[in-house]
């Protein structure tokens, strides 16, 4: 007896989804999350920038912390932006530029991290340059201000290779034409303190670039933070390693879950042209 014919395979029907609400929320939530952080830092920076005085805001640009903050935050807003808005309306464009960026993002900062391995005298070159700039600008940003002086506080150092650095500094510089007050001085947070010390003493570096190393180290830090730095990066590798997962971590999650979407929402477009190829064919 001859087998029937099979019957061709019907197309699913037009409420089946490729597309997981899983994958799309849990992506969409994420960079929810992380644009608003983004919007955030953005405001923090702004409102810190509307702060200062324009004169000292323009001549400390490429130190200023609260620059930094706006940059990272408005390339992180135009990267969640169009991984939330892409993720909501399954649009494969806003998807595939979510995922390229944040690739692009991810082999930056891993090609950063192995060049500054590889080229560790260049790395400490240009974070001492960083520090100069730093120590030149120092009265003019109260926010960079503050941030030498946890540094220095914190690593037990003062100025970039050794406390008479802070010579570069207009108001610290120990020419004999320097007028002003604090001349051959260094910083507060340069100085020694007393765990039983209740009340700073603003003055107490007062004219310690005169002294020798010797007689400075019974007053100040006389040892650079960029030894220092370099002496806490090669005993906290692991930590660091750790801090470092954690960031590339949430960017390797995005990547997949990005590409992982829109390879759904591709085969959802296919059996919605499979549909409507046969959905007039007699034989279906």
Known sequence: MARRAAAPARPLGDDFSFVSPVVKYVLFFFNLLFWVISMVMVAVGVYARLLKHAEAAMACLAVDPAILLIVVGVLTFLITFCGCVGSLRENICLLQTF????????????????????????????????????????????????????????????????????????????????????????????CLHDANQTVVNTMCGHGMQDKGYLEASAFIYTNGCIDKLVNWIHSNLFLLGGITLGLALPQLVGIILAQLLINQIRDQIKLQLYNQQHRADPWY
């Open 99 to 190: 995922s390229v960026c944040l690739t692009a993002v991810f082999l930056l900062q891993l090609a950063a991290g192995v060049l500054g391995f590889v080229f560790s005298d260049r790395a400490r070159g240009k974070v001492s340059e960083i520090i100069n700039g730093a120590i030149v600008h120092y009265r003019d940003d109260l926010d960079l201000q503050n941030l030498i002086d946890f540094g220095q506080k914190e690593f037990s150092c003062c100025g970039g290779v050794s406390y008479k650095d802070w010579s570069q500094n207009m108001y610290f510089n120990c020419t004999a034409t320097n007028p002003s007050r604090e001349r051959c001085s260094v910083p507060f947070s340069c």
